[in-house]
Every structure is written in C-alpha cells, then in structure tokens.
C-alpha cells in the first residue's frame, strides 16, 4: 500500500537563496511524523510546499500514490491536508467560533448561519483543551481579545475541524505552555488512533522524541536521513542535522579565551531584563566577536535591541567602564553604539535614494547647516573605498547595487559614525554565498580594527566560523557559553536544543 | 494584549459613541426647538436626512469590507440629472418608475465599475473612487449642465408628505434596512464581509472569495447612492448635477461615527444610520444657534477627528492614571 503522502526530490529556490535541493518523505496515516532540522535547513519551505502555500521548483507530491499538484491552500485543504499556520490565519476582529467555521458555517434551511449549532461544536472544540484555557473563553470571544497562546489553540481547532487525512503543527507548540502541550500531544494520540497522519515541525528535542513514530531530517535544503524514533538517539538525530565539518566557507582566526581576557571590557551586562529577558548577563572585549545563537526567538533580538535602547529593559549595563542605560537609539548612537537590521529592505536602506544619501542618514548632523556637501561626499568616499562598495558613482540608486553590495552600504552608514560597538541582527538572512563571503572578510578586519561585534545569526555554521565565542540563549536566558575547542556546530546545535547528550562542553 | 473595557464595549455595540452623541444632540435640538418631536416636525427633518442615511449605509458596508468610496456623491448627482431631465415636473408615473429602475441598474453600474478596478485590477480604493468621482460628476454635468428640469408634485408629495402611523416613511425605510442587514448578517456573505475587511490574507488563506466580497461592496455602495440620489430628487423636486457632492464625506462622516473603523472589519448599518442623523441634527442646532455655516463645516470635522481619535485618547488617559 502506498503510504498517504510521499514527497519526491522536490526542490525550491527563492532569489539567490535554495532553500530546498532535494527533499522527500513518506508518511502513513495513522503515524507521526518529526521533520527536524536546524535552523534554515527548509523545514518551513518544505511543509509550506506540501500544504500548497509555495508551488515547487521540481519534485512531485504523490497522495495515496497518485501524483497531486496544488495550487493553493484551499486545494490542499480539499485533498484533506490542513495546517496550522506559524503565522496565523485568523482574523482578529472575528469570534472565536466565526474564525473557526469561517467557509465552513453550519447553515440552517434558508441559508442562515445555525449559530446554535456553530455554537455548540466550537464549544466541543474548545473542551478538547478543558483546563488549559481561561475560563472566560467562550465561542463568542473575539480574537483580537486572546493571548498568544489561545490563539494558537484556536488555530490548532481550526485545522482540525476540518477532519484533515493529514495534520501538519509547524511549531504549533512554540507558544503554548506545558499543560498546553501535554494536552496537545494527548490528542495527536488520539488523532493518530483515527486514521490521522501527522507531520510535527519542531525544534524542541524532548517533544520530539516523545511525541514522533518516525523521523526525516533535513540539512540545507536535503533529506538526509530518515527511520523509526525507537531505532535512534537524540545525538544521532543531531548528528544528522549538523555533522562535524571543517570550518565551510568562513575563515577567521579566532582569538583564544586567555587572550581576550586580557583585553579591555567594552560592555558589561548584569541582569538584564526585559518582556522577553529574564536575567542575562555577560562582557564582551574590545576587539571581540561574540556571536549569540540559539532557536529562533528566544529574546537574541531583544537583547541587542536593549543594548541599542530600543526596548525598556532594567539591570546594570557599563561601557567603557562607565554605566550606561539608554532609553532612546540616538543616546546610543551617541556612545557609538550601531544596530544593523536585519531586514535590509524594510529596515536598512532607502532603496529609491542614492548611495551617497544611504550612506549619510545617521550622520548628517555632523555636516552643519546648511550641509557641507564637498566634506560628506569626501567621507562617503572615502567609507565606499574602505568597503570596497562595487558602484557606478555615489549618485546611483542603491537598487541598483547587489545584494552583497547593499549589505556594505548598511553597515557603512553605521562606520561613517565610527562606531565602537557594532550590533548586528542576522546580517546574512537571505544571502547569497558570495555576498556572504565578502561580508565575513569585512567583520573580520572591523574586529582586526578594534571595532568590537555582537553578531546574532540564525545560521549556526556562520557564527561558529566567526565568533570568537558564542552565547547560547533559551527562553530569555544564557543557557550556555561556547568558546574554544567546544566551539563547534554539533555542540551549537545542541546546545540549543538543550540535548546535552555526546556532547563536550 | 489587554482590552479596555470600552474597546470591549464597542466591539459589541459599535454604535455605543453615535448612541450618546444622538442623544446629547436630540436634546440640544429640542431645546432649541421644542416641538421636534411632533409628527409633521419629525417628518420635515426625516426627510431632509433620508437620503444621506442611505448613501452612509453603502459607505459604511464598503468600509466595513475594507474600502472607501469616494464616488457617492457624484453617483448621487447622475441619478438626480438622470431623473430630472428623464423624469420631469409633468412627467407620468410610468415613465417615473422605469427611470428609477434605469438609475438604479446606473448606481449598481458605477458600482460595478469601481469593483471591478479595486478588488480585480488591485488598485488602491481612494485613489480609484476619487478618480471615478470625476467620471461620474463629468457624466452628471453631461446630462443636466444647468441646474433644471424635476419631478411631478405627485411623486415629491409622496416622499415629502406619507406619514404612517405618525411616523415618517423614513423611519419605514430605516426599519426596512435594519432588517434586510440583521438577514444579511446572518449570513455566510455578512461573516465574509468581516472577515475579508478584518484580514483579508488571513481570509483568503481559508478560502473566503475575498475579491468577490470586495466587489459586491461597490455594487451594493453604488445601489444605495443610487437610492439616495432617488430621495434626493423626490426631497429637492428638481434637478442639479452637484446636487450629491456634500454627502461623500458626510457619508464617511456618518460612518465613522457610528463606529465603522476606516481599517475595516468592524462596524454595523445601524450605527452609521444614527451618524447621518447626528450629522442632520448638528446642522439644525446651528442654524437654530443663528451662528455662521462655516460653523457646521468646522464641526463636522472636529466630530470626525474626535471620533477617530477616541480609542486613542481613552488608551492615553487609562496609561496616564495607571
């Protein structure tokens, strides 16, 4: 018997980015299945291809051994594949019940909404999480009125009140709370025993092995193996996702422990806290690279935008020896502090404006009034030049500069202010090799400068290449420090997916 | 993200802010004006605001979908030419009828158009509505380019005179809007009409016909102005093409007070109902007040504001006093 849903060496690329080479899996009904991976190895893009959000490049989709296409989530939601969304997809102004019904309303003769009937089934919904939820939460709530968590719930009701043949959680559990989640696994059981197959997307190793029948790891865009949860080891599934490599394509000398200790302390953190952080606290040397890894949102961002005084936060800081707490980025900026964002074209550049304007932004005060221009387009020159910015003049457009090109005039408007601490959020999100290359080259002579670099990066093998030292963050917290010889992509990995097991620390 | 208890209180009853203010400007006109409340008063105020409460409705639905149109008014005045220069002071009633139908398949037409560039082509609902205004109000001028021609006395004494049961034929028209909308919203159509104006990615995700939705708003806008337009030229007896132009921000007025946000997916009809006669009233008080237009002008304004800014201002005051 074919299994319910196989997928075959599908492929997808998005711009310079492959996000999937060759990926493929089977699942059973009446199975569950973990798709583990570490951060950016496609599981997202994956899932999102077999639920129809994303049309593949090549590769195919056999259900029950028949070859299926979809063209949107609807068709998939037809053949019985139904998700929960990471983004969710309910509307905030409707009720709970209106969100879970909407298309599918139960209608009286007529052609009117049976509001009891929808009342009733949403409320039998609702009871399947009995315990875990407040107990003000009626059909009639609307969303925009729930905690993340509660909609999460909603949208996990929503999937499966459809009777799906195949369920997939895309970090449906990332929100929720342990009863929430126990809850949850109890009924994937009870789904399971239905007929139900179930794809579970997780970075969370204990759930994983307590809730899997089987796995499919994937690893930059490929299946790299796959087998029976009760045939394996948490290690062997880390090994799989991150096997010892030499180094890749980042080069850089990295300074030993004992010689930054004897470096100047640029920034002290004592117990610092935010909405996300819960008592962080750490030093960075002059000169250093420190990398913060860890899963997606465990308050990396946060941290760096505290530092920068973008979020209110309460501990002790001091830079340079001297305490500091910022409450607005321009104080920062003052103390020559830079964040660099990570999202370039939302965040870093004015796309329609020149180089020579981009470059400029945070420093035209330093020009006077009116602007002395002869002197800013010598020093935008002169920080092109340094960069080694590849452009036709000052005056192009900055669309008109590649990718790796744009990234140099983001942090170059940064340098213009000569800064001492550079902040950088996931500087290489959606980059291409190339352009990652050049930009190591560059972080690594900005340190050899003295320039001292707090690098957040979702790719792990990156910030094993060229940190120095890397902080690992759970929940708001350091959960562990890697530098030296334990400094190596297994350990990152699980580290944060807080597997300890062959690991040496 | 904690609610305050008025966000709570007018998600339910959107129309709670216009209820007060209807209130609090009813008894500033009847101080002014102590017999509004006799039929023949009611009836002469009604009538006069009649056809600004069947524009705001249309506006209020398009808005509640996610929209704006700002071609109302001008759908307001080709109806008006249509009907006055078609219609005439001695014109029968057959031929009256057959051109109320013909503006109103008009209305649906402009309407049509309007949809057909907003949710298909995906262009931005402003910018589109103001640009067919133009169209419309160019058409209007076509038809009728001096102010002239009308409606037979027995049709205007029809709109102007019918009171059943002491009350005006408008409260009929509103009673008989109120429960084709209670219907409506009992329907899969009125809880897509939410949805899409609410998060219309979200509602295309679970496979509500978004554009579809979006369309039928305009068509629906464009009926009402056209119903409106009718009552306009049964309330002036005659003809003049710029006759609609005050009510597309009066109807956006109207809207947005009686609690339909301008981002969508919330609101109601009623609501909106109580706006256009807010609106009437105020107009009333000043000139009962014997103070310049210009006032009515300035107030309108500072109502809209007042009414956009209100959730704000309640946040801000609740933070403040924490």
């Given at each position: 018997?074919?299994?319910?849903?196989?997928?075959?060496?599908?492929?997808?690329?998005?711009?310079?980015?492959q996000?999937?080479?060759?990926?493929?899996?089977?699942v059973?009904?009446?199975?569950?299945?973990?798709?583990?991976?570490?951060?950016?190895?496609?599981?997202?893009?994956?899932?999102?291809?077999?639920?129809?959000?994303?049309?593949?490049?090549?590769?195919?989709?056999?259900?029950?051994?028949?070859?299926?296409?979809?063209?949107?989530?609807?068709?998939?939601?037809?053949?019985?594949?139904?998700?929960?969304?990471?983004?969710?997809?309910?509307?905030?102004?409707?009720?709970?019940?209106?969100n879970?019904?909407?298309?599918?309303?139960?209608?009286?003769?007529?052609?009117?909404?049976?509001?009891?009937?929808?009342?009733?089934?949403?409320?039998?919904?609702?009871?399947?999480?009995?315990?875990?939820?407040?107990?003000?939460?009626?059909?009639?709530?609307?969303?925009?009125?729930?905690?993340?968590?509660?909609?999460?719930?909603?949208?996990?009701?929503?999937a499966?009140?459809?009777?799906?043949?195949?369920?997939?959680?895309?970090?449906?559990?990332?929100?929720?709370d342990?009863?929430?989640?126990?809850?949850?696994?109890?009924?994937?059981?009870?789904?399971?025993?239905q007929?139900?197959?179930?794809?579970?997307?997780?970075?969370?190793?204990?759930?994983?092995?307590?809730?899997?029948?089987?796995?499919?790891?994937?690893?930059?865009?490929?299946?790299?193996?796959?087998g029976s949860?009760?045939?394996?080891?948490?290690?062997?599934?880390?090994?799989?996702?991150?096997?010892?490599?030499?180094?890749?394509?980042?080069?850089?000398?990295?300074?030993?422990?004992?010689?930054l200790?004897?470096?100047?302390?640029?920034?002290?953190?004592?117990?610092?806290?935010?909405?996300?952080?819960?008592?962080?606290?750490?030093?960075?040397?002059?000169?250093?690279?420190?990398?913060?890894?860890?899963?997606?949102?465990?308050?990396?961002?946060?941290?760096?935008?505290?530092?920068?005084?973008?979020?209110?936060?309460?501990?002790?800081?001091?830079?340079?020896?001297?305490?500091?707490?910022?409450?607005?980025?321009?104080?920062?900026?003052?103390?020559?502090?830079?964040?660099?964002?990570?999202?370039?074209?939302?965040?870093?550049?004015?796309s329609?404006?020149?180089?020579?304007?981009?470059?400029?932004?945070?420093?035209w005060r330093?020009?006077?009034?009116?602007?002395?221009?002869?002197?800013?387009?010598?020093?935008?020159?002169?920080?092109?030049?340094?960069?080694?910015?590849?452009?036709?003049?000052?005056?192009?457009?900055?669309?008109?500069?590649?990718?790796?090109?744009?990234?140099k005039?983001?942090?170059?408007?940064?340098?213009?202010?000569?800064?001492?601490?550079?902040?950088?959020?996931?500087?290489?999100?959606?980059?291409?090799?190339?352009?990652?290359?050049?930009?190591?080259?560059?972080?690594?002579?900005?340190?050899?400068?003295?320039?001292?670099?707090i690098?957040?990066?979702?790719?792990?093998?990156?910030?094993?290449?060229?940190?120095?030292?890397?902080?690992?963050?759970?929940?708001?917290?350091?959960?562990?420090?890697?530098?030296?010889?334990?400094l190596?992509?297994?350990?990152?990995?699980?580290a944060?997916?807080?597997?300890?097991?062959?690991?040496?620390? | 993200?904690?609610q305050?208890?008025?966000?709570?209180?007018?998600y339910?009853?959107?129309?709670?802010?216009?209820?007060?203010?209807?209130?609090?400007?009813?008894?500033?006109?009847?101080?002014?004006?102590?017999?509004?409340?006799?039929?023949?008063?009611?009836?002469?105020?009604?009538?006069?605001?009649?056809p600004?409460i069947?524009?705001?409705?249309?506006?209020?639905?398009?808005?509640?979908?996610?929209?704006?149109?700002?071609?109302?008014g001008?759908?307001?005045?080709?109806?008006?030419?249509?009907?006055?220069?078609?219609?005439?002071?001695?014109?029968?009633?057959?031929?009256?009828?057959?051109?109320?139908?013909?503006?109103?398949?008009?209305?649906?037409?402009?309407?049509?158009?309007?949809?057909?560039?907003?949710?298909?082509?995906?262009l931005?609902?402003?910018?589109?509505?103001?640009?067919?205004?133009?169209?419309?109000?160019?058409?209007?001028?076509?038809?009728?380019?001096n102010?002239?021609?009308?409606?037979?006395?027995?049709?205007?004494?029809?709109?102007?005179?019918?009171?059943?049961?002491?009350?005006?034929?408008?409260?009929?028209?509103?009673?008989?809007?109120?429960?084709?909308w209670?219907?409506?919203?009992?329907?899969?159509?009125?809880?897509?009409?939410?949805?899409?104006?609410?998060?219309?990615?979200?509602?295309?995700?679970?496979?509500?016909?978004?554009?579809?939705?979006?369309?039928?708003?305009?068509?629906?806008s464009?009926?009402?102005?056209?119903?409106?337009?009718?009552?306009?030229?049964?309330?002036?007896?005659?003809?003049n093409?710029?006759?609609?132009?005050?009510?597309?921000?009066?109807?956006?007025?109207?809207?947005?007070?009686?609690?339909?946000?301008?981002?969508?997916?919330?609101?109601?009809?009623?609501?909106?109902?109580?706006?256009?006669?807010?609106?009437?009233?105020?107009?009333?008080?000043?000139?009962?007040?014997?103070?310049?237009?210009?006032?009515?002008?300035?107030?309108?304004?500072?109502?809209?504001?007042?009414?956009?800014?209100?959730?704000?201002?309640?946040?801000?005051?609740?933070?403040?006093?924490?």
């Amino acid at each position: 018997m074919p299994p319910l849903l196989a997928v075959r060496n599908v492929a997808k690329r998005y711009g310079a980015v492959q996000a999937l080479i060759d990926a493929s899996l089977d699942v059973d009904a009446g199975e569950t299945l973990a798709l583990i991976g570490a951060n950016g190895s496609g599981k997202s893009t994956l899932s999102k291809v077999i639920n129809g959000v994303v049309a593949p490049d090549r590769g195919q989709l056999l259900l029950d051994g028949r070859a299926v296409r979809f063209d949107s989530p609807h068709a998939a939601k037809d053949a019985g594949i139904s998700t929960v969304f990471q983004e969710l997809s309910l509307v905030p102004q409707l009720t709970v019940a209106e969100n879970i019904w909407l298309t599918r309303e139960p209608l009286r003769r007529g052609g009117l909404i049976d509001r009891r009937t929808e009342r009733r089934r949403t409320e039998e919904l609702l009871s399947l999480f009995a315990g875990t939820l407040r107990a003000d939460l009626t059909p009639d709530t609307p969303v925009f009125a729930l905690l993340p968590d509660e909609r999460q719930i909603v949208e996990i009701l929503k999937a499966i009140s459809v009777n799906p043949r195949l369920l997939i959680l895309d970090e449906a559990t990332a929100s929720l709370d342990s009863r929430q989640v126990q809850r949850l696994f109890e009924l994937i059981g009870q789904w399971k025993a239905q007929g139900t197959a179930i794809i579970f997307i997780s970075h969370r190793m204990t759930e994983i092995e307590q809730i899997a029948d089987r796995y499919s790891v994937l690893r930059n865009g490929q299946t790299v193996g796959a087998g029976s949860m009760k045939e394996t080891t948490a290690s062997d599934l880390v090994t799989l996702m991150a096997p010892e490599t030499a180094g890749g394509a980042v080069e850089r000398r990295r300074a030993s422990p004992d010689a930054l200790a004897t470096r100047r302390v640029v920034l002290q953190i004592e117990d610092l806290r935010t909405s996300v952080l819960r008592g962080v606290s750490m030093q960075v040397h002059e000169g250093e690279l420190l990398g913060i890894g860890g899963l997606k949102g465990q308050g990396q961002r946060d941290l760096l935008l505290a530092i920068f005084g973008g979020v209110p936060w309460s501990g002790r800081m001091t830079l340079d020896g001297k305490p500091v707490h910022f409450t607005h980025p321009r104080q920062a900026m003052n103390h020559g502090v830079a964040l660099v964002p990570g999202d370039r074209a939302g965040e870093g550049l004015l796309s329609i404006r020149s180089i020579l304007e981009n470059l400029l932004v945070p420093s035209w005060r330093n020009y006077g009034f009116p602007l002395r221009m002869k002197r800013a387009r010598q020093d935008a020159a002169a920080i092109a030049a340094r960069l080694e910015v590849k452009m036709a003049s000052l005056d192009a457009p900055v669309s008109s500069l590649s990718g790796g090109n744009a990234q140099k005039v983001v942090i170059g408007k940064w340098l213009l202010r000569n800064p001492r601490l550079l902040l950088l959020d996931d500087p290489t999100k959606g980059v291409d090799i190339a352009t990652k290359a050049e930009f190591y080259r560059l972080l690594t002579r900005l340190c050899e400068e003295g320039t001292t670099v707090i690098l957040y990066s979702s790719d792990d093998e990156e910030l094993i290449g060229l940190s120095d030292r890397v902080l690992v963050m759970h929940d708001g917290r350091i959960s562990s420090e890697l530098a030296g010889a334990a400094l190596t992509t297994a350990n990152l990995v699980a580290a944060s997916l807080g597997v300890s097991a062959g690991v040496a620390l | 993200m904690k609610q305050s208890r008025w966000q709570q209180a007018t998600y339910r009853h959107p129309y709670l802010f216009a209820l007060l203010l209807l209130v609090a400007a009813f008894i500033a006109n009847a101080l002014l004006q102590p017999n509004l409340l006799e039929p023949t008063t009611l009836n002469r105020n009604m009538r006069v605001f009649l056809p600004l409460i069947l524009v705001a409705v249309g506006q209020a639905i398009v808005m509640i979908g996610g929209g704006i149109d700002i071609s109302v008014g001008s759908i307001v005045s080709v109806v008006n030419a249509i009907l006055a220069t078609q219609i005439g002071l001695s014109g029968d009633l057959s031929t009256a009828g057959v051109m109320m139908g013909v503006a109103l398949l008009v209305g649906m037409g402009a309407g049509a158009l309007n949809g057909l560039f907003i949710a298909y082509l995906r262009l931005q609902p402003i910018i589109t509505t103001f640009a067919t205004s133009f169209i419309y109000a160019g058409l209007a001028l076509f038809i009728l380019p001096n102010p002239g021609g009308g409606a037979p006395s027995r049709l205007t004494a029809f709109y102007r005179e019918t009171i059943i049961l002491w009350l005006p034929l408008a409260f009929y028209v509103i009673a008989l809007i109120l429960l084709i909308w209670a219907v409506v919203r009992r329907t899969r159509y009125g809880r897509y009409l939410y949805a899409v104006g609410g998060k219309a990615d979200a509602a295309y995700e679970t496979g509500v016909p978004v554009r579809a939705v979006q369309f039928s708003t305009y068509v629906i806008s464009g009926l009402m102005a056209a119903l409106g337009g009718i009552a306009m030229t049964l309330l002036t007896g005659s003809g003049n093409a710029q006759v609609g132009d005050p009510l597309t921000l009066s109807s956006i007025t109207a809207a947005v007070i009686g609690g339909t946000p301008l981002s969508g997916g919330a609101g109601g009809v009623a609501g909106p109902i109580m706006g256009a006669i807010i609106l009437g009233l105020i107009r009333n008080i000043i000139s009962f007040a014997n103070v310049a237009t210009w006032w009515q002008t300035f107030v309108n304004a500072a109502i809209i504001v007042l009414a956009l800014a209100m959730p704000g201002i309640i946040n801000l005051v609740r933070r403040r006093t924490r």
